[in-house]
Nanobody, 115 residues
Framework: QVQLVESGGGLVQFGGSLRLSCATSGTNIFSAYRMSWYRQAPGKQRELVASITGGGNTNYADSVKGRFTISRDNAKKMVYLQMNSLKPEDTAVYYC????????WGQGTQVTVSS
């Protein structure tokens, strides 16, 4: 059973930084997974923030380009989201997602940016 566990969320001031981490277990082919970060703000739909393939190709939502960086360590089965220049509109629950034939989700970690 593939499990994803996020960490690193919290409260940060406008313009600050946070680094989210996602630990993956239950698979020996982590490098085959496309890993992504999604977020969901209150009253809004869950949206894709960034994704990264096993080979390191990345994709970002327009709203976070130039501020957020997704990365992964296949040996450690970890994926990260470095978030800089945070804005109040980045406030949301952030979810780690892994996809290989099926979608797998973490439980989410809250990120709150105060103005």
């Amino acid at each position: 059973q593939v499990q994803l566990v996020e960490s690193g969320g919290g409260l940060v001031q406008f313009g600050g930084s946070l680094r989210l981490s996602c630990a993956t277990s239950g698979t020996n082919i982590f490098s085959a997974y496309r890993m992504s970060w999604y977020r969901q703000a209150p009253g809004k739909q869950r949206e894709l923030v960034a994704s990264i393939t096993g080979g390191g190709n990345t994709n970002y939502a327009d709203s976070v380009k130039g501020r957020f960086t997704i990365s992964r360590d296949n040996a450690k089965k970890m994926v990260y989201l470095q978030m800089n220049s945070l804005k109040p509109e980045d406030t949301a629950v952030y979810y780690c997602n892994g996809f290989f034939r099926y979608d797998y989700w973490g439980q989410g970690t809250q990120v709150t940016v105060s103005s």
